[in-house]
Nanobody
Framework: QVQLVESGGGLVQPGGSLRLSCAASRGTFVTRAMGWFRQAPGKERTFVAGITWNGGTTAYADSVKGRFAISRDNAKNTVYLEMNSLKPEDTAVYYC???????????????????WGQGMQVTVSS
């Protein structure tokens, strides 16, 4: 059973930055794509960013392109989401997820991911 443990969320002012981490254990990590999703109150869970198994390709939602960056360290079984220039509309619960494949191509929908973290609140507010 794969476990994904997220960390790094919290409260930040508009324009600020946060770095989310997701550590995987008890299962395959290095041969799977990884993704970040988010869910705001009353809204569906949506794709934020994804990365292929070797980090060679990344993909982003249009709303975060140019502000967020996803990366991974396969030696540490960890994926990261660097979030800059945060806006109030980025407020949501953020989830990391393990892809069902290497990620070629990257899937931007939840059905392409088989294990999920517990979720972590990110609040952007002054």
């Amino acid at each position: 059973q794969v476990q994904l443990v997220e960390s790094g969320g919290g409260l930040v002012q508009p324009g600020g930055s946060l770095r989310l981490s997701c550590a995987a254990s008890r299962g395959t990590f290095v041969t799977r794509a990884m993704g970040w999703f988010r869910q705001a109150p009353g809204k569906e869970r949506t794709f934020v960013a994804g990365i292929t198994w070797n980090g060679g390709t990344t993909a982003y939602a249009d709303s975060v392109k140019g502000r967020f960056a996803i990366s991974r360290d396969n030696a540490k079984n960890t994926v990261y989401l660097e979030m800059n220039s945060l806006k109030p509309e980025d407020t949501a619960v953020y989830y990391c997820a393990r892809g069902e494949t290497l990620g070629v191509p990257l899937v931007r929908f939840a059905y392409g991911y088989d294990y999920w973290g517990q979720g972590m609140q990110v609040t952007v507010s002054s």
